[in-house]
């Protein structure tokens, strides 16, 4: 993970309501490989088999405000994400967002047939994932008051 990314986190974190309940089981988990689908497959087997109620997703490389996740809690929806650009060109195409940083119910996400996440040239599994999650009929919002970057040789 990006320190960047990690400082973003801490803060985000911190900003949540006190009456906000946390479950002391709550686990940050990271992983690292070449197979990015098979790793956001992994990561919501496991929330569910925990019994958690939501998976947050954001990729290693991001930065984001610190009231980011609290936005995307207060959607309310079945997958609410923010989107970023790429790291070589802008998206303005809904159904190609990049879903790097995202909030999943995982009672709705149960809907959707596996495989969730898949590779696919040249957008990748976050945006397979988004657009199977809206052909299910999940709730999909995207929260474009959310500003992030995406760090490479600079933050595009």
């Known amino acids: 993970m990006e320190p960047e990314t990690a400082l973003c986190l801490v803060l985000a974190v911190r900003r949540l309501p006190a009456d906000w309940k946390i479950p002391e089981d709550w686990d940050i988990t990271a992983k690292t490989g070449a197979y990015v689908h098979f790793h956001r497959e992994e990561f919501v087997a496991d929330a569910i088999e925990n019994g958690f109620t939501h998976l947050l997703m954001i990729d290693a490389d991001l930065i984001f405000p610190a009231n980011a996740i609290e936005r995307l809690i207060e959607k309310k929806a079945d997958v609410a994400y923010a989107t970023y650009n790429r ?8 159904l190609k967002d990049p879903g790097g ?49 995406h760090i490479g040789k600079k933050v595009y």
């Not at 070589?88 to 809904?94: I, L, M, V």
């Not at 590779?119 to 992030?148: H, M, N, W």
């Open 101 to 149: 940083f995202m909030l999943i119910d995982l009672d709705a996400v149960k809907k959707v047939e596996k495989p969730r996440f898949r590779c696919e040239y040249p957008t990748g599994e976050d945006v397979y994932f988004l657009q199977k999650a809206r052909a299910t009929g999940l709730k999909v919002i995207r929260d474009d008051g959310i500003v992030s970057g």
């Open 87 to 94: 790291k070589n060109r802008d998206y303005q195409d809904r």
